[in-house]
């Protein structure tokens, strides 16, 4: 019989309380052959503080062997900034390959957006999620000092561009749009840049198909707020998809909602998902987060591991939730966790 080994990170501030919410809507759409072991691992702002650990290796070792990690949440203004985004985080991001982050966004009904009442907005931004600026490459010279000099390298290697933009034209290629759309800046970081430009253009060619554009990523800010139907899947690098993904967040409905996934298309190591948002520290423990982005990235999981009929279940009982939202019944984070788990109910 079929059976799901979910490794649980609720993490910090809302993240317990989202990551409950998940849960009980993937027990509540997993059909009864399907066995569900969760395990919870305690790690985050709260561990640190009590131990001074962010992730053990007998931890990073044990998160292994499971089929895939559930996240909540990762940050408390108690923690000196980095500590736990590098140390957590961004170490599981590394050390299980997650080399691609995908990260959807679609206009969902009845939603609060600046772009209410557009055409269809649907598009699926696939960032880099191992290299980049973020490998910690860089350093500090004459630290403190008037003359102090900082740099933060961008590591891209052809290895690892080549494998994330072979992945979003595959990804293109099985849309109805067929539309690939590489986003950097290469009028000025020209060695990186043109490297990209070169592996999308190289690979593009297997991909008679997909339709190509490449956009600087300033001008991608603009065609996201004005036009953003223009999109369909973008590829992209680490640090520029970190931000494109908060905008598009806060274009299709708000950070509420958005969902994203931190895979290993391989299954050498298990994939991440986590709602793109943080720990909003300011309204943890009130029952006022919106546990949807934690729940549709529970439908991304469920894609990720061959459960497409619950992923999509999951993702249309939150269209229906949403479309019957109205500000004047305002609803805790459990009741709208409970509402979506009686949706999906097999
Ligand atoms: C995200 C977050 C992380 C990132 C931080 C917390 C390290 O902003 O998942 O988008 O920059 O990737
Ligand atoms: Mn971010």
Known sequence: SRSINLAVIPGDG????????????LDSVLPQDVKLETKEYDLGAQRWHRT?????????????????????????????????????????RFAFDHYINLRPSKLFPNTATPLAGRPDIDF???????????????????????AEVAT???????????????DAFERAKARPRKKLTLVHKNNVLVYAGHMWKKIFDTV???????????????????????????????????????????LA????????????????PTGEFPSMFEPVHGSAPDIAGQGKADPTAT????????????????AARVETAVAADLAERTADRPRTTDQIGDALAVRVAS
Do not use: C, M, W
Not at 14 to 25: D, H, P, S, T
């Open 295 to 310: 729940v549709l990235s529970v439908a991304l999981l469920l894609r990720h591991l061959g459960y497409e009929a619950e």
């Open 52 to 92: 001074g650990e962010t992730l053990p290796d007998a931890e990073l070792d044990a998160l292994k062997s499971h089929d895939a990690i559930l996240l909540g949440a990762i940050g408390d203004p108690s923690v000196p900034s980095g500590v736990l985004e590098r140390g957590l985080l961004l170490k599981l």
């Open 204 to 246: 593009g060619r297997e991909y008679p198909e997909v339709t190509t554009d490449y956009l600087h990523v300033d001008a991608a800010t603009i065609f996201f707020v004005t036009q953003p139907e223009r999109f369909d899947v973008i590829v992209t690098d680490n640090l520029f998809g970190d931000i494109l993904t908060d």
């Open 14 to 25: 809302i993240g317990q309380e989202v990551v409950a919410q998940g849960l009980k809507v």
């Open 249 to 264: 967040a806060a274009v299709t409905g708000g950070i509420g909602l958005a969902a994203s996934g931190n895979v290993n």
């Open 124 to 146: 699926v931004v696939v960032r880099e999620g191992t290299e980049g600026p973020y490998t910690g490459n860089g350093g500090s010279l004459r630290t403190g000092t008037p």
């Open 152 to 166: 933060e390298v961008s590591v891209n290697t052809a290895y690892g561009v080549e494998r994330v933009v072979r």
